[in-house]
C-alpha cells in the first residue's frame, strides 16, 4: 500500500500524530478533522482525504477517537515498535542528537555513534562511547540495524552512505548539505536548514 500513496501524503501523517499525542496529554478523547486542522493549519478536506487513504477511522457527526487514530497512525508508520539508530558523525550535530531525549518517546532508540577522528574515538558523547567508524559496517551488521543518522562534512557523505547501504541500512537522514545516490529500497531524508532559511527570505521584503 505504501508505495502507492503519495510521499507528501506520509511526510503529513507525522504531523497529525504529533498532534493527536498532544491532544491525548490533554487529557482529550474525541477530536474532528475540523480541529485537527485548526491546530495544525491544514484543511479538514485535506486531513479527511489523507486518512481515507489508509482506511475509515472516525464516523460522520462523532469524530475520531484520539487514541484509537494515533495508534493506528503508529500501526501505517510502523512507529508501534522501537527502532535502533547508528549515527555517524560526533561533531556538533552529531553529539546533539546522541543527547536528544526526544528520539525515545517516538519509537527511536539511538544505538552506536561513529566518528573517524582519532581525538575524538574512545571517549564518550553522552552515554555512548564514540566508536571508530572503520568498524562501523560489521558493528550495524551486528546489530541488525535499519536506519542511520548521518552529520559529516559533504565531502565524506556519499562514501558514509555507500557503507552504510552494504550495512544493510534502508533508511537514512542526513544532516551533510548535498544529495545522496542510494539503489531502489533505501530511503533518504535531508535536513539542511539552509534551504528552509531561504525558503522563508521569500516571504521576506
Same mark, same amino acid.
Given at each position: 500500500?505504501?508505495?502507492? %500513496?503519495?510521499?507528501?501524503?506520509?511526510?503529513?501523517?507525522?504531523?497529525?500524530?504529533?498532534?493527536?499525542?498532544?491532544?491525548? $496529554?490533554?487529557?482529550?478523547?474525541?477530536? !474532528? !478533522?475540523?480541529?485537527?486542522?485548526?491546530?495544525? /493549519?491544514?484543511?479538514?478536506?485535506?486531513?479527511?482525504?489523507?486518512?481515507?487513504?489508509? /482506511?475509515?477511522?472516525?464516523?460522520?457527526?462523532?469524530?475520531?477517537?484520539?487514541?484509537?487514530?494515533?495508534?493506528?497512525? =503508529?500501526? %501505517?508508520?510502523?512507529?508501534?515498535?522501537?527502532?535502533?539508530?547508528?549515527?555517524?558523525?560526533? #561533531?556538533?550535530?552529531?553529539?546533539?542528537?546522541? #543527547?536528544?531525549?526526544?528520539?525515545?518517546?517516538? #519509537?527511536?532508540?539511538?544505538?552506536?555513534?561513529?566518528?573517524? =577522528?582519532?581525538?575524538?574515538? #574512545?571517549?564518550?558523547?553522552?552515554?555512548?562511547?564514540? =566508536?571508530?567508524?572503520?568498524?562501523? =559496517?560489521?558493528?550495524? $551488521?551486528?546489530?541488525?540495524?535499519?536506519?542511520?543518522?548521518?552529520?559529516?562534512?559533504?565531502?565524506?557523505? $556519499?562514501?558514509?552512505?555507500?557503507?552504510?547501504?552494504?550495512?544493510?541500512?534502508?533508511? %537514512?537522514?542526513?544532516?551533510?548539505?548535498?544529495?545522496?545516490?542510494?539503489?531502489?529500497?533505501?530511503?533518504?531524508?535531508?535536513?539542511?536548514?539552509? %534551504?528552509?532559511?531561504?525558503?522563508?527570505?521569500?516571504?521576506?521584503?
Amino acid at each position: 500500500m505504501a508505495k502507492q %500513496i503519495p510521499d507528501i501524503v506520509i511526510g503529513r501523517l507525522p504531523v497529525y500524530l504529533r498532534a493527536l499525542l498532544q491532544m491525548s $496529554q490533554e487529557g482529550r478523547q474525541v477530536t !474532528s !478533522s475540523q480541529e485537527l486542522g485548526e491546530r495544525l /493549519g491544514i484543511s479538514a478536506a485535506q486531513i479527511r482525504k489523507d486518512l481515507s487513504q489508509f /482506511g475509515e477511522f472516525g464516523k460522520q457527526g462523532t469524530g475520531y477517537n484520539i487514541e484509537f487514530l494515533a495508534n493506528q497512525v =503508529k500501526e %501505517i508508520l510502523n512507529v508501534n515498535r522501537v527502532w535502533d539508530i547508528a549515527i555517524v558523525g560526533a #561533531g556538533d550535530i552529531g553529539r546533539a542528537l546522541a #543527547g536528544y531525549n526526544g528520539f525515545s518517546e517516538r #519509537g527511536f532508540r539511538i544505538q552506536m555513534i561513529f566518528d573517524n =577522528k582519532p581525538e575524538l574515538i #574512545g571517549t564518550q558523547s553522552g552515554p555512548f562511547t564514540i =566508536k571508530d567508524s572503520r568498524t562501523m =559496517k560489521e558493528e550495524i $551488521q551486528a546489530a541488525g540495524i535499519k536506519m542511520a543518522m548521518i552529520a559529516v562534512p559533504a565531502t565524506q557523505a $556519499q562514501a558514509v552512505t555507500d557503507q552504510l547501504v552494504e550495512a544493510g541500512v534502508k533508511a %537514512i537522514l542526513s544532516y551533510a548539505p548535498v544529495n545522496l545516490n542510494v539503489p531502489p529500497g533505501v530511503h533518504v531524508q535531508n535536513i539542511d536548514p539552509s %534551504i528552509h532559511l531561504q525558503r522563508m527570505t521569500y516571504y521576506l521584503e
